[in-house]
């Protein structure tokens, strides 16, 4: 979702826009720009589209050393050059990440004021006023709070004013900006990595502060407008990401990364007594998981495990939802926040509403450093390093792999923990082993999949429908095995897709069952099951893929390598844009 860059300082400015630019392509966009200074005079070029259609308006060797630079994703307005970032009004420029909610009202006291706008964007209305508040006081920090006491939202603002030339503020509420340090200048951007080849070093900013930079000094001032001092950070996290290697999407880079992910974080928590770093969820009276997207999958697969192994009620919510529902949490509960991000608006909001009503908070959050991760009681990082396609897959198994130590935490013996070790090799066996592109060429030319399974095999069909849907643009639903005859089997007609997983031994003949009734109506069935219940008959299942049998719940895990890799050559094979596919954004910093 947008993305801010800035500099100010010896450099030229636009190369280190542009390649601040590239790196946060991967949040989502789908147009650019850049505003930067020569003398007093403000600069603005923008493009709809990939940031090579803005780097080819760009004079690289243009002498200016201050600019702001956004990729925006439309939220007010489509994505056309005139809604795209940096806005004017007046002496005021600035790039915006976030939504001012009350820009409707703003926008029309401004209006009566005289203000003509261009956009449809709430961006252009907070340029607006803070332009109405400067051209009043001629003093751009007194513009600011007063800017902040009207404006309700989330924002994060890079901001350059004409007839100061030699400073950009920023101003930051409820959307993630930072502030890079470096020997020679000052660099604004909306996450660390997007200037990880200029510095590591770099301060982050609370809700409601802001600050003055210029190339030789950098004023933070807190809520109330005071004087901070400031505390500069060195990024811990992982530098090596924007680089495909030998494979032709990041999707598929990172699914190969998986083995690997999954050997650091066992590596790390199943060795002495690690896992004792680890909360133990067992002493509180109910766990509450708040997620989006995948991640509330993953937080689905917890749900299971932790109530088999914890016995303690578990409920997952959507991060979206639980905001405005009625809570009946207290201090005795824990409410986890799951989000590879860390950044994804609804989960921070939920994180905060936890915090209100007393809850404990635990993350298991992927991005070190992120706005999720500094908000709650106590992260647990998901050692996945730096995910860049949009669909996430190492995220997300990183997350499963997290909640299941959490519900094994307890009770981890010397066979359970041999049994999870075994995880790493099985899947790159699974990923080698079976001719994914083939198999999703029977599926890739409908329109319509579904996904079967019971308890967490169910939870894992959520994610592999999604996984499918958002990246082939094929249509698919997941549904519990046991309830598609409820309503949904009149879509199976002859030759539907239809995955079905079966891991768990409890419930193999209930799920057979639900499978034989989409056979008998034509289904085409494609079976992924656990080896210890490779014994199912071949009048039920088109294609098989078998799933190498360690422990019982962590078969089912497994089964959605196979799910990912389908999904991926589907989109291969429909010519889709696999790592950013449309109308998506990698973080979704807009609630
Ligand atoms: C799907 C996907 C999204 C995210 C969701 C939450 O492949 O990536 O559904 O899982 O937007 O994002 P995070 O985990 O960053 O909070």
Same mark, same amino acid.
């Given at each position: 979702m947008c993305g801010i860059i800035g500099y100010i300082g010896k450099k030229k400015a636009l190369p280190i826009l542009l390649e601040g630019l590239k790196a946060l392509e991967y949040r989502g966009y789908d147009s650019s720009g850049v505003a930067f200074l020569k003398g007093k005079n403000v600069n603005i070029i923008k493009a709809v589209g990939p940031i090579v259609a803005l780097e080819k308006k760009l004079?690289?060797?243009?002498? #200016?050393?201050v600019g702001i630079g956004h990729t925006r994703w439309a939220t007010? &307005?489509?994505?056309?050059e005139v809604n795209s970032h940096p806005h004017t009004s007046g002496a005021v420029t600035l790039v915006h990440n976030g939504i001012i909610e009350n820009y409707n009202e703003l926008k029309s006291f401004l209006e009566v004021e005289g203000v003509k706008f261009k956009s449809e964007t709430d961006s252009e209305v907070a340029a607006a006023l803070i332009n109405y508040f400067y051209e009043k006081s001629k003093n751009i920090l007194e513009a600011i709070q007063k800017f902040k006491g009207k404006a309700k939202g989330s924002y994060a603002i890079g901001l350059i004013v004409s007839n100061d030339v030699n400073k950009i503020y920023v101003i930051k509420n409820m959307s993630p900006l930072i502030i890079g340090i470096s020997e020679d200048g000052h660099y604004l951007a909306s996450d660390v990595p997007a200037i990880l080849n200029r510095t590591d070093k770099y301060i982050t900013l609370l809700d409601g502060e802001y600050a003055e930079i210029s190339f030789e000094s950098l004023v933070l001032y807190d809520n109330e407008g005071k004087e901070k001092c400031i505390e500069i950070k060195t990024f811990q996290g992982d530098a090596t990401c924007i680089d495909k290697g030998k494979f032709e999407h990041f999707m598929l880079k990172e699914i190969n990364e998986e083995p690997d992910v999954v050997k650091t974080i066992l590596t790390k928590y199943l060795?002495?007594? $690690?896992? !004792?770093?680890?909360?133990?969820?067992? !002493?509180?009276r109910g766990v509450t998981i708040v997620a989006c997207g995948s991640a509330m999958h993953a937080g689905l697969i917890g749900k299971y495990i932790i109530e088999s192994h914890l016995n303690i009620p578990v409920t997952v919510e959507i991060a979206s939802e639980f905001k405005y529902k009625k809570l009946l949490l207290n201090k005795e509960d824990v409410v986890i926040a799951i989000s590879q991000s860390g950044e994804t608006a609804d989960t921070l909001a939920a994180v905060k509403i936890a915090k209100s009503v007393g809850c404990h908070t635990i993350g298991i959050v992927n991005v070190k450093e992120s706005s999720i991760a500094r908000e709650v009681d106590n992260v647990v990082y998901t050692? $996945? &390093?730096?995910?860049?396609?949009? $669909? #996430? #897959?190492k995220a997300y198994l990183a997350q499963v792999i997290i909640l299941y130590l959490m519900g094994f935490r307890n009770e981890m013996n010397k066979t359970m923990s041999t049994s999870f070790l075994k995880i790493p090799n099985q899947i790159s066996k699974l990923i080698t082993s079976y001719d994914y592109e083939k198999i999703a060429s029977y599926i890739e030319k409908n329109e319509s999949v579904f996904f079967i399974g019971r308890l967490i095999d169910y939870a894992l069909c959520m994610e592999g429908s999604l996984k499918l849907k958002e990246v082939s643009y094929i249509h698919s639903e997941a549904y519990a095995a046991g309830e598609l005859k409820h309503g949904t089997i009149s879509l199976i007609t002859d030759g539907t897709p239809v995955f079905a997983i079966l891991t768990d031994q409890n419930i193999a003949d209930k799920t057979i069952s639900n499978i034989k009734e989409v056979k008998v109506r034509g289904a085409k069935v494609i079976l992924i099951v656990s080896e210890s219940l490779d014994n199912v008959s071949k009048d039920v299942y088109d294609e098989k893929i078998v799933i190498p049998s360690i422990y019982k719940e962590i078969d089912s895990l497994l089964s959605v390598i196979p799910l990912q890799l389908i999904a991926y050559y589907c989109a291969k094979l429909r010519g889709c844009a696999i790592d950013k596919p449309r109308n998506l954004a990698k973080s979704v910093t807009v609630e």
């Open positions: 004079n690289l060797d243009e002498d #200016t050393f007010h &307005g489509v994505p056309n060795v002495n007594d $690690a896992l !004792k770093e680890l909360p133990d969820l067992s !002493k509180y050692l $996945a &390093g730096s995910e860049i396609a949009v $669909a #996430t #897959t």
